[in-house]
């Protein structure tokens, strides 16, 4: 009878710290960061390197586990419940059958569970090597369950993460204090580029300054020397037909040098154009590679709509970005105010991520 029970005891312990085990790992190894493994897996960590494996391909890991899991579950039941029915009455073989399901459920799942999560990247880099035995150890039976449920099963797998995922963690590293308020201002506004086009920063064509093409620059002078800009946009006729645009500081040494007499298109200097739906994000990238420092936006039409320069997209970064030499901030508010005094009518008024500057 004693020996009975012992090994009634004992069985009923492994049962339970297999069914633990098993549940533990399989929450850890879902609930561990592939980026947090791909950090440790560049520092040379052996474990990570292999749980990032596995966590890669989790399909089989997870296979074999539940596996092993079952076993634990179903074949030790059936022994305890042996070993019980030749020690117990049949009451208190009923007895004993519903302790051991609420042991099972309590100790071989629910707290194995909450702590695999809780400890998910030591437990899950602790397991490492173990898994990856029982996955190769485990795999003629996993592949006969993978060609069975595979008509079910089989499907696109999806990216790893997603915009809406990333703001939210921002969000909560904010709030937990892992992350400072300007580096969360910063990663929110990434975000903006490809949210904003080039007609949401750009100077209004009502704003633009511009000269001429065919006047001299000594007609000029005052233009120049009252601009706020380096880089003055260069027309004929009329602002739709945009010939390129002339540096300040060229047409102010043409001054210096007596050269006043000399035309504005003389100066010229090619400017690229970009329709005014272009995503902030592409827009940066093409003035980065171009080495082009201002842009002529155009509607769909062809007219022009306005510029916009390489500061207006990197303010969408930084924030308003002031020198010395900016007498006006918000040239958008102010073509929005002639416009207003012109209709002689209330508009909405511009939110502040259109409040950029030329």
């Known amino acids: 009878m004693g020996v009975a029970m012992l090994l009634l005891v004992v069985t009923l312990g492994v049962v339970l710290l297999g069914s633990a085990l098993c549940s533990a790992t399989e929450v850890a190894l879902l609930r561990i960061s592939p980026l947090r ?5 560049s520092e040379q960590h052996p474990q990570a390197i292999v749980a990032l494996r596995i966590r890669e391909q989790i399909n089989r890991p997870i296979a074999g586990i539940v596996i092993l899991n079952n076993l634990f579950n179903i074949v030790g ?31 071989g799942e629910i707290l194995p569970k909450t702590l695999g999560e809780r400890f998910a990247d030591p437990l899950a880099l602790w397991v490492a090597f173990p898994v990856r035995f029982l996955t190769i150890l485990l795999t003629p039976l996993i592949m006969v369950i993978e060609r069975l449920t595979l008509p079910w099963a089989h499907r696109d797998p999806g990216p790893t993460t997603n915009e809406a995922e990333i703001r939210l963690l921002t969000q909560i590293g904010h709030q937990e204090g892992v992350i400072e308020d300007d580096e969360l201002q910063m990663i929110q506004r990434v975000f903006q580029l490809n949210d904003m086009r080039a007609a949401d920063v750009m100077t209004p064509r009502v704003s633009m300054t511009y000269l001429e093409g065919s006047l001299t620059v000594a007609a000029c002078q005052e233009l120049i020397l009252g601009s706020q800009h380096t880089r003055i946009v260069v027309i004929d006729g009329d602002v739709d037909h945009v010939l390129g645009i002339a540096l ?42 171009g080495r082009e420092h201002l842009a002529i936006v155009v509607d769909e039409y062809g007219g022009v709509s306005g510029v916009v320069t390489l500061e207006d997209v990197v303010e969408v970064l930084t924030g308003e970005i002031v020198d010395e030499t900016d007498r006006v901030t918000d040239l958008q508010a102010i073509a929005r105010l002639r416009l207003q005094n012109l209709l002689g009518q209330n508009l909405p008024p511009f939110s502040p991520s259109q409040q950029q500057r030329h």
Do not use: C, Y
């Open 37 to 41: 493994l791909r950090q440790l897996a």
């Open 248 to 289: 300040k500081q060229e047409l102010l040494a043409a001054l210096v040098r007596q050269q006043g007499d000399r035309p504005i298109q003389a100066f010229i200097r090619p400017v690229p154009f970009v329709p005014d739906v272009t995503r902030l994000d592409k827009l940066l990238k093409f003035l980065q590679e």
């Open 77 to 107: 039941s059936v022994m305890v419940g042996n070993q019980a029915a030749a020690l117990f009455s049949p009451l208190g073989l009923g007895i004993f059958s519903g302790i051991l399901t609420l042991l099972i459920i309590l100790f």
